[in-house]
């Protein structure tokens, strides 16, 4: 436990000091924010996003270049095992993403005088969901593309139009019938549903279900096609 806490705390220091991470994670929410007028409605989406930016958008790069530089193969050598790399890593983009999203509440609520949540543990298991889900599917990517630039750039390929489609980044009513039903099918969908659910003070079971199901199926995935070297 002591090791995997040091390689947790090693790996959120090493997000925190990516000016990309930084500022997609944490300045460019509350920039949004800022455009929307605080607008309350769209903090749950902003979340959503937050995530997504982090388990899709940075961690198939950064797990591909683990594997690029040989160090996981090197870590299979010693007591650490590599498992506990990717658990750390896991561990660090939650921790990053909940640090994004606590700043981006408080500023709605604070600055913008935003209504607080209304079912603050709904919206933490919301929250808890929805980013494992994303980190699986940003295991995936790394298991199957197997460079560190492939890796980046299939992830921003597939981040960008599914916080959109998803309703993350703007509210799926306002997009074309087509663009919606696309969104509909998109594992991002039932997060930003839950999070605003919670948000709101409703107590909807089924998105969570449906992300708790994505993660064991994207875990699955993974843990197939994943490759040490």
């Given at each position: 436990m002591k090791a995997f806490t040091a390689l947790a705390a090693t790996e959120l220091r090493l997000l925190f000091?990516?000016?990309?991470?930084?500022?997609?994670?944490?300045?460019?929410?509350?920039?949004?924010?800022?455009?929307?007028?605080?607008?309350?409605?769209?903090?749950?989406?902003y979340v959503a996003m937050i995530v997504a930016i982090g388990g899709m958008g940075a961690l198939p790069g950064i797990v591909a270049s683990y594997r690029e530089r040989k160090v996981l193969k090197r870590l299979a050598a010693t007591p650490i095992s590599p498992v506990l790399l990717l658990g750390a890593q896991l561990v660090a983009q939650v921790a990053a993403g909940l640090a994004g999203s606590v700043l981006l509440v408080v500023a709605a609520i604070t600055v913008f005088g935003a209504e607080a949540p209304g079912n603050v543990l709904m919206l933490a298991v919301a929250f808890l969901l929805c980013s494992v889900m994303v980190c699986s599917l940003g295991f995936v990517i790394a298991a199957v593309v197997r460079n560190t630039r492939g890796a980046s750039l299939i992830g921003m390929l597939v981040m960008f139009p599914m916080i959109f489609l998803a309703g993350a980044a703007v509210p799926r009513t306002a997009l074309p019938d087509s663009l919606r039903r696309i969104g509909d099918f998109l594992p991002l969908t039932p997060g930003v549903e839950a999070l605003g659910d919670a948000w709101s003070g409703t107590a909807a079971v089924f998105p969570l279900l449906i992300l708790a199901g994505i993660i064991v199926a994207a875990t699955a995935v993974a843990a197939a096609l994943f490759r040490w070297e």
């Open positions: 000091r990516d000016p990309a991470s930084l500022f997609f994670m944490m300045a460019f929410p509350l920039m949004l924010l800022v455009l929307k007028r605080g607008d309350s409605g769209a903090v749950p989406g």
